[in-house]
């Protein structure tokens, strides 16, 4: 049902773009036509080794030898593809081949020599119940997994070493860590993307993530420290609380993009830091990529149910974040652990500083 769906939504982009086909080879997209598949190989690629290609009436798995049984055992097995297999020596001849099988104009997801390119993102929401519950289950575990993380950690142990931690946990869940930004001490205020080091944590930590199962992805932040948290964190963290509670709470079917941006840019004037937000982008829609947009006061999208977003408004020092899903009766968060700390008193409460034994 989910499969037949999307591949509806397919058909009528190619009627409506005047289109025999399209070749799909973006890892998201193929993630999300498959309900899941993984076309990739290399975990830092967005385009596969694999492509699947759709007609108005066909549907077909384009994969060299080396691809095509894994692919077709582990991935797309259930959905009926024709098989078109090709040598590995012979992948140069993946749009020669896509011609000849649509026979006529050809769109792809990446560029290739004579097709249109062309963007499916869009066709990628509203996201049908059975998405929906496997993002939340992800976003459950997903923020299960930093918060037995952000326990276990003690001074003394490295960025690094952390972000193996979470590493671990994550992959025993099939969960793959796509952004993984660890930052101890006087990092959190340098930088506002810290990749890990071997810096040993101190006093506190941010644990930063984005993590990926059957091509969704859930992003959140949480912040550690050992030791009571000074006022001027303990009021920062406040304030980036409140900024992210507008961001959410703002987020609301029907509403344009840049004023759900507007909201937030008004939270964080009201709360003494009005400059912060030019320091690092605020989030966007989310779901298949980390964020298909990063929103601005530009912004013309207009929320709609089963989209799904990540704000990550920070103030120097503090971050807030985590993912959320829009429906028709409200926008609920996904990736909030229950046993953490909140901050209460908030349009919506949102995940405190995790206070422990220096």
């Given at each position: 049902?989910?499969?037949?769906?999307?591949?509806?939504?397919?058909?009528?982009f190619l009627a409506d773009n005047g289109l025999a086909g399209v070749v799909i080879r973006k890892v998201s997209n193929f993630?999300?036509?498959?309900?899941?598949g993984s076309n990739f190989v290399a975990l830092h690629t967005d385009v596969g080794a694999?492509?699947?290609?759709?007609?108005?009436?066909?549907?077909?798995?384009?994969?060299?030898?080396?691809e095509t049984p894994r692919l077709a055992d582990e991935e797309v097995g259930r959905l009926g593809?024709?098989?078109?297999?090709?040598p590995w020596y012979e992948d140069d001849r993946?749009?020669?081949?896509?011609?000849?099988?649509?026979?006529?104009?050809?769109?792809?997801?990446?560029?290739?020599?004579?097709?249109?390119?062309?963007?499916?993102?869009?066709?990628?929401?509203?996201l049908v119940p059975e998405e929906i519950e496997r993002y939340r289950l992800l976003g459950e575990e997903a923020g299960k997994v930093v918060s037995s993380v952000c326990r276990q950690i003690v001074p003394g142990w490295s960025e690094f070493e952390v972000a193996a931690e979470a590493s671990r946990l994550f992959w025993q869940r099939g969960i793959q860590p796509v952004v993984l930004l660890v930052a101890a001490d006087e990092r959190i205020g340098r930088y506002r993307h810290p990749l890990a080091t071997a810096r040993r944590v101190k006093k506190t930590l941010l644990v930063v993530v984005c993590c990926r199962r059957a091509g969704l992805i859930v992003s959140l932040s949480r912040l550690v420290s050992f030791g009571a948290v000074s006022d001027?964190?303990?009021?920062?963290?406040r304030a980036v609380c409140e900024v992210d509670a507008a961001f959410i709470s703002g987020t609301k079917v029907g509403r344009k993009l840049s004023d759900v941006f507007a909201d937030g840019i008004e939270?964080?004037?009201?709360?003494?830091?009005?400059?912060?937000?030019?320091?690092?982008?605020q989030g966007g829609p989310t779901g298949y990529a980390t964020r298909y947009s990063r929103a601005t006061m530009?912004?013309?999208?207009?929320?709609?149910?089963?989209?799904?977003?990540?704000?990550?408004?920070?103030?120097?020092?503090?971050?807030?974040?985590?993912?959320?899903?829009?429906?028709?009766?409200?926008t609920q968060v996904i990736s909030a652990d229950q046993s953490w700390p909140m901050v209460e008193g908030l349009p919506v409460a949102r995940p405190d500083i995790l206070v422990r034994e220096g």
């Open positions: 049902m989910e499969y037949e769906t999307k591949r509806e939504r397919v058909r009528r993630a999300w036509l498959t309900a899941g694999s492509s699947l290609l759709l007609t108005r009436e066909g549907a077909y798995l384009l994969a060299n030898n080396i593809l024709e098989q078109v297999v090709m993946l749009g020669e081949e896509a011609k000849r099988i649509a026979g006529g104009p050809l769109g792809s997801d990446v560029p290739l020599d004579g097709c249109r390119t062309v963007s499916l993102d869009h066709l990628h929401y509203p001027d964190l303990a009021r920062r963290h939270a964080y004037g009201r709360t003494g830091f009005p400059d912060e937000w030019r320091l690092h982008h530009r912004s013309a999208e207009v929320v709609s149910p089963g989209q799904a977003y990540a704000w990550n408004p920070s103030i120097t020092g503090t971050k807030s974040e985590d993912t959320v899903v829009v429906t028709d009766t409200g």
